[in-house]
């Protein structure tokens, strides 16, 4: 297989890695960017064939509109009185993208669901002993941690805000899932408890609104804005 093809199957996780970039000594006018071959030898993306440059072009859009929308996620926490550091909101804010991405959802509903669970507080803890920045009570910390293989050291482990929203991300998917992919349905478990909400569903009564309307409103109110192509 010639050096070619071999970046035409790696270019886009070479994207993701941070391996395909700008040459130093490029003129800011006329970038020249590479990819690396399988081989570890530069290969100038202008000399990739149609279908690689492609792969490059969407991945190389797709890592911009995620690097937007950080941006935007980091604004929201701006606006919150929270107590992590800089760094670490910006880490936060990666972790909310990659894992809404991950678990297909929107992470601007995520993110919604962290500024009504918590106002963006990581050491948020209810009356009723929910945790961290996604509100999580520690049983159902520790039966998703099991799943995803995550350590579990007890109820603080919710305290870890990318531990949190790794947990509260995988726990909202999983509900929609459980409602064949009604996300209000599975907001208004993600409140109530789904066995609470299965038990209004048996018997014929409607979910309830009050918190859907409520992250839905947030959603609304700070939407996460796709940056227009020029």
Request: a negative charge.
């Amino acid at each position: 297989m010639d050096r070619i093809v071999l970046a035409l199957l790696g270019v886009c996780a070479l994207i993701g890695a941070g391996l395909v970039t700008d040459a130093p000594d490029s003129d800011a006018s006329s970038p020249a960017t590479y990819a690396l071959a399988a081989d570890g030898a530069p290969i100038p993306v202008v000399a990739l064939p149609p279908a690689a440059k492609a792969l490059y072009a969407d991945a190389r859009s797709e890592r911009d509109v995620d690097l937007h929308t950080i941006a935007q996620i980091l604004d929201r926490f701006a606006m919150r009185h929270t107590a992590l550091a800089e760094r670490e909101r910006t880490r936060v804010a990666r972790v909310i993208v990659e894992e809404a991405r991950a678990h297909d959802l929107a992470p601007d509903l995520v993110m919604a669901v962290i500024e009504v669970e918590s106002a963006g507080y990581h050491l948020a803890e209810s009356h009723v002993g929910a945790l961290g920045l996604m509100q999580l009570l520690p049983s159902t910390g520790r039966e998703l941690a099991g799943k995803l293989g995550i350590e579990w050291k007890g109820p603080d482990t919710l305290f870890d805000p990318v531990i949190n929203v790794r947990l509260g991300t995988a726990y909202l998917r999983e509900l929609a899932d459980r409602y064949d992919g009604d996300v209000n349905t599975a907001l208004a478990a993600y409140n109530w408890g789904p066995g609470r909400i299965d038990r209004r569903i048996r018997r014929g009564a409607t979910v309830p609104r009050l918190y859907i309307e409520q992250v839905r409103r947030a959603v609304d109110r700070y939407a996460l804005v796709t940056p227009r192509e020029s």
